[in-house]
């Protein structure tokens, strides 16, 4: 069984740009959330998504940003990028949201991004 | 607002030893507690999860508690291998779940052949 796949691994930006990441779920999985991990905050949420609808949102400016697809494949955009934004970004998939509350998550490798 | 501490923040140990782990919430209406690894570098890796209404969870040689009402959870490690040498977080499903899971900043463990 495939576990939560995310792309790209590694991604070096310049200040100012914007970037777009990736994260397919565990087959049947309906809810993506997302989390930011940085050495000084540790690991903070970003956002939820479920049947493509925003859930749940972190304490985050407006440049951070997410959708999901109707195959449940979700995408994280952050614009004017800063320096500050450097961090490992991990996704998550459960089979239900929040609502359910009762189920796990299985996360995946994350994507190291470093703003330059 | 939920807010999750792990003790120690860092543990050395000799091979075999048994180790626990510690994790404290300040908010007690939680649905779930997962504990995780994570290699350097890495994901996480999901190693227990404890419903609200459970009081303990084994795998293996992991053992994890949880005393809700007192928000507490305890992981204990048999046998110590270097294998486990990991970073272990704990992470709260609060009621309501507004702020997605709680993290607590982990506690990074070295077993020492």
């Known amino acids: 069984k495939a576990g939560v796949t995310q792309t790209p691994r590694y991604l070096i930006k310049t200040r100012g740009q914007q970037v777009t990441l990736s994260c397919s779920p565990i087959s049947g999985h309906r809810s993506v959330s997302w989390y930011q991990q940085t050495p000084g905050q540790g690991l903070q949420f970003l956002f939820e998504?479920?049947?493509?609808?925003?859930?749940n949102k972190g304490n985050f400016p407006g440049r951070f940003s997410g959708r999901q697809f109707s195959n449940s494949r979700s995408e994280m955009n952050v614009s004017t990028l800063e320096l500050g934004d450097s961090a490992l970004y991990l996704c998550?998939?459960?089979?239900?949201?929040?609502?359910?509350?009762?189920?796990?998550?299985?996360f995946g490798s994350g994507t190291r991004l470093t703003v330059v | 607002k939920q807010e999750v501490t792990q003790i120690p923040a860092a543990l050395s140990v000799p091979e075999g030893e048994n180790l626990v782990l510690n994790c404290s919430f300040t908010?007690?209406?939680?649905?779930?507690l997962q504990w995780f690894r994570q290699d350097p570098g890495k994901g996480l890796t999901s190693l227990l999860l404890?419903?609200?209404?459970?009081r303990e969870q084994t795998s293996g040689r992991l053992n994890a508690s949880l005393d809700k009402s007192s928000g507490r959870s305890t992981l204990y490690i048999a046998a110590s291998q270097p294998g486990d040498s990991a970073t272990y977080l704990c992470a709260v499903r609060t009621g309501g779940g507004a702020d997605g899971l709680t993290f607590g900043k982990g506690t990074h463990l070295i077993i020492q052949p």
């Open positions: 998550a998939s459960s089979l239900v949201g929040t609502a359910a509350g009762n189920y796990g998550y299985t």
């Open positions: 908010d007690s209406a939680i649905y779930n």
């Open positions: 404890i419903q609200s209404s459970q």
């Open positions: 998504y479920f049947s493509e609808t925003q859930r």
